[in-house]
């Protein structure tokens, strides 16, 4: 159970980027229609594509940056053949796909600002002159053993070419990803620098084939929601569970009332049982009379076969105003039996029983017990 809370906290797992090199890639910005809509600016940056690039957007991997009303969007590109497959394989279960200098499009910043981050190969500059789209990205590959120096000398080359900077951002690491808390964009971070990109505008920003890529995101999204079905369920079995653990408890404590209750008010239900069956007596007692002489009279109608002798006739009120006790005795035992079914096929008598004859020097000794119906006994006029 804890192990599957933790797991339904925990979420799906963090967007995956991959940032490429920079150096790969060439960088244009063209004019477009600040008042164009999306779809307007993608037909545009296709048609600048064809125009820029000796080899046709087929043959690309390619993307661009537009903010809605901004005047010209940063376009960038690179051969296919310049990828392997097995680095184009380690694209698909990417969130975004694109250049490094990506990462820190998303930044605040003010009109003439230069941005400055080491990259795997070398040092890539971002320049913004006014507006949110950049007007000069730059990239300047380093030998693996280039010194301090080198460094500060291909620095001041890259400001160089971008005119006059009045603000200038340093980084000392290339961007790293982190997960937005509200998962609707992506946060890059080096030390105090932060940039922030949302998920609804990187698709422009992916160079991943745009077919490949359509069906990647629809592919996305049905995952996305057979997540939050798995855990909607999840969380209703955690529910289910946690109300039948309630049921279980709160029947429980139901019935441990209900014995409390039954044990506190056994002594007066007893007492009650006692006074209502001793009024019963006092009752049958008061409103009946034993009739014996009747009761003989009634098993008359009996034939009494052979040798049964009778030694004792007893009526009492132990066995109920309507039952006879007849202790007998006989030689022959089959006899008993026989005596015991006729007196039972008599129409006022309910029940005849013997239970525990005993014969001794041929003699058998038994009790019998015969219950006479309510009605079936009548005072003698």
Known sequence: MTKLIDFIKSGPPAPRV?????HRFFVRVVSVDGAATAADVAAQVELALETLSPFPPAQLYHGYYWAPGAPQALIFAS????FTAEQTAD????????????????????????????TADGLTMVYWESGPVPTVVLTRTLAPDATEADRALTRDELLRAAGG??????LTAQPEITVSPDEKAFLFRAGEFSARLPV?????????DKAELAALRRSQARDLL??????????????????EFAVIGGRAFWLKTQATRISVQAPLVSRVMAANDFANRIEELSTKRLLPLEMVQMIGGAEKRGSIIFTRILSNTTNGVTSLQIDAQTPNSGEMEVYRMALEKLPSVQEAKIPKPSTVRGMTTFTLYITFKPDAIKPAT
């Open 91 to 118: 694209w698909k279960q990417a969130e975004l796909v694109a250049p490094a200098f990506a990462a820190v499009l998303g930044v605040e910043h003010e009109p003439a600002t230069a941005l400055l981050f080491p």
């Open 18 to 22: 991959v940032l490429l090199p920079d």
């Open 79 to 82: 051969y296919r053949k310049r």
């Open 200 to 208: 609804a505008g990187t698709a422009a920003l992916d160079v991943r």
């Open 165 to 170: 900077s009045r603000v200038v951002i340093d």
């Open 226 to 243: 057979l997540w939050r079905v798995l855990a909607g369920c999840a969380a209703a079995l955690v529910l289910l569970g946690l109300a």
